[in-house]
Each structure stands twice: as C-alpha cells, then as structure tokens.
C-alpha cells in the first residue's frame, strides 16, 4: 500500500498570498494518478485536482497542480476568502487507493 | 445532476450492526464502482469498502474486513453498507462515493454523509 503524506499540517497565511501545498507518496504513483480535494467544515469533499495537474469542472485557474514520482505540489496563485479550507491529495495510481492527511489552509 | 444521499446513521451501542444506505440519482448508476469512505471527527479521509459495476466484486479496508458488507441493487440505485461487530473506533461520517470511471478511482462525487456513532 503506498502511504502518501501531507505537508505541513497546517499553513497559515493572509488573503492575497500564494500557497504551496506538499503530498509525498511512498512509491512512485503510477501514471501520475494523483488527486486533490477540498473540503470546507460541515461539506463533503470536492475533487479541485485530477490526474496530477487538470483542473475538475468550475475550479478557478488560481488553483494548480504539479509533480511525478513521489513528489507533488498543489498551489493556490493568491488566496481568496473561500479558500481557507482543509486539503487533502489521493493516489489512484495503485490499488488500495489511499489518501494523504490533509493540510489545512487557515487565515493568519 | 448527480445526487449521493446517504442514510442510516444513528447511534449504536459497541458491538451492534447498523445498515447504511445510499440512495444515486443523475447517473447511471449502473455504469460505475462505488465506494464507501468514512471520516472520524476531525480526522482524514479513509476508505471503507468497494463495490464493482455489478457487484460482483468487492473490496475491504483491513480495518472493516469480515465485520462490514457492501452490496448495491442497481434496480434501486442504492448502495448499503452492512455494519456488524461495531468497535468505538467506527464512529465517523459515512460518505457515498462514485468513482469517475473503472481505470481512473479518484471521486468525482461524494454524498453528504451519514453519522454513526458508537457508544455505550
């Protein structure tokens, strides 16, 4: 099973700024198959991030994702007031699927 | 539009059974794997269990497996979660997943959730 991590746990910053999230995996993910989620208190997830960099339908062009192998990178350009929210990244690529631990993105 | 919605969650003395329902709409429900995926309070996401197209197979986390059931009646385009042997460590939100296709598991769509607690 490939662990991924989430890093860090928690990252504070102001509106306007630029945040970088971290998911490191324990094994290459195949493919790239790596997504990201969103979810804001009392909501169910929403997927932002599939297939490592292609935004899902009606995510903002603010919202981007990089990476391969065990390394990948989302960034939010310049936070707006509705991104302060946890994150989470999911690898497809090997079976079971697994999730990361979430980064929470909150106001400094 | 697709809808997840998702139903069954009480609270449930350790060691009792409960049964999850998921009622799919928007879709066909047919086409798709389903999954269950549980979030206890203030912690991450954690699959449950899958379910194939026809349901003719089925997978388990190894924290569930033997105690919980998944199965789906595509007539009904419902999906359920047979609990049993419920342990204090099962309490979380319950959410329907649907995946966005067989090659590609990631979720596109997730229900709402139902809350099982367990507790004596």
């Known amino acids: 099973e490939i662990v991924v991590t989430q890093s860090p746990g928690t990252l504070s910053l102001s509106p306007g700024e630029r945040a970088t999230l971290s998911c490191r995996a324990s094994?290459?993910?195949?493919?790239?198959?790596l997504v990201w989620y969103q979810q804001k208190p009392g909501q169910a997830p929403r997927l932002l991030i599939y297939?490592?960099?292609s935004r899902a339908t009606g995510i903002p062009d603010r919202f981007s994702g990089s990476g391969s192998g065990t390394d990948f990178t989302l960034t939010i350009s310049r936070l707006e007031p509705e991104d302060f929210a946890v994150y989470y990244c999911?690898?497809?690529?090997?079976?079971?699927?697994?999730f990361g631990g979430g980064t929470k993105v909150e106001i400094k | 539009e697709v809808q997840l919605v998702e139903s069954g969650g009480v609270v449930v003395q350790p060691g009792g059974s409960l049964r999850l329902s998921c009622a799919a709409s928007?879709?066909?429900?047919?086409?798709?794997?389903m999954y269950w995926v549980r979030q206890a309070p203030g912690k991450g996401l954690e699959w449950v269990s899958l379910i194939s197209w026809d349901g003719g197979s089925t997978y388990y986390a190894d924290s569930v497996k033997g105690r919980f059931t998944i199965s789906r009646d595509n007539s009904k385009n419902s999906l359920y979660l047979q609990m049993n042997s419920l342990r204090t460590e099962d309490t979380a939100l319950y959410y329907c997943?649907?995946?966005?296709?067989?090659?590609?598991?990631?979720?596109?769509?997730w229900g709402q959730g139902t809350l099982v607690t367990v507790s004596s």
């Open positions: 094994q290459s993910v195949s493919s790239s198959y």
């Open positions: 997943a649907k995946v966005y296709s067989s090659s590609w598991e990631y979720f596109d769509y």
């Open positions: 297939g490592t960099s």
């Open positions: 928007g879709f066909t429900f047919d086409d798709y794997t």
């Open positions: 999911q690898q497809y690529g090997s079976s079971p699927l697994t």
